[in-house]
């Protein structure tokens, strides 16, 4: 099983629509990270939490928000969904700690909003 | 701005070849980098990483070369395989974001 789980793994909705992404993880990380990729580009952040009760912007936030729901769970919801926010998104993992540590990825949600 | 970038955005190389590819980064405060491989409908696979005060570092048919005065570094992938075929990003890692290049595209020809 895979360690980081995102579900759906694909989504076509029509604009306007309210969509939530869902992330779990079995590695026992404190702190999680939602990204998205787009053609060409590398990855941006759009929020992260570094355990249950913290939550940050990142890069790119506007039109999402997310839900620390427990410390293996974090979920991204787009209130009102645009075409421009098609798009493939990533939810990562990594260990706190003194030192930097690498963040670890699930396989995507490919979103396409209509 | 921040940025992380790769010099090409294709590789072609034959089985069993060396491949190298490079990345550029602007920050000189950067002090944590990881190479990241990422196959086709698959999230990004963690290869390597590097801090400041090394200068290279060996895993399993992979180097990681880092040159802090020309803020540049390397994957070096020994005798490259037809697995190996994938996009190859470097990240720095700035305070909480990953920042990413745009990923070298590396393909593998038996």
């Known amino acids: 099983d895979a360690d980081v789980t995102q579900t759906p793994r694909n989504r076509i909705t029509k604009t306007g629509k309210r969509i939530m992404l869902e992330c779990s993880q079995t590695k026992g990380h404190d702190r999680m990270y939602w990204y998205r990729q787009d053609p060409g580009l590398g990855l941006r952040l759009i929020y992260y939490?570094?355990?249950?009760?913290?939550?940050n912007k990142g890069e790119i936030s506007d039109g999402y928000s997310v839900s620390r729901q427990a410390q293996a769970k974090f979920s991204l919801s787009l209130e009102s969904a645009i075409p421009n926010q098609t798009a493939l998104y990533f939810c990562?993992?990594?260990?706190?700690?003194?030192?930097?540590?690498?963040?670890?990825f699930g396989d995507g949600t490919r979103l396409s909003i209509l | 701005g921040e940025s992380v970038g790769l010099h090409l955005p294709t590789l072609s190389v034959q089985e069993g070849d060396n491949s190298i590819i490079n990345c550029a980064y602007s920050?000189?405060?950067?002090?944590?980098f990881i190479w990241y491989k990422q196959e086709s409908g698959k999230g990004p696979q963690f290869i390597i990483d590097i801090r400041s005060n090394m200068d290279k570092r060996q895993g399993q048919r992979v180097t990681v070369l880092l040159n802090k005065t020309v803020k540049h570094l390397s994957l070096q992938i020994a005798a490259t395989q037809p697995g190996d075929s994938a996009v190859y990003f470097c990240a720095d890692l700035l305070r909480t974001a990953l920042i990413f290049g745009k990923g070298t595209t590396l393909s593998v020809s038996s």
């Open positions: 990562a993992t990594s260990d706190s700690g003194t030192r930097n540590q690498p963040q670890h």
């Open positions: 939490s570094f355990d249950v009760k913290d939550i």
């Open positions: 920050n000189s405060a950067s002090d944590y």
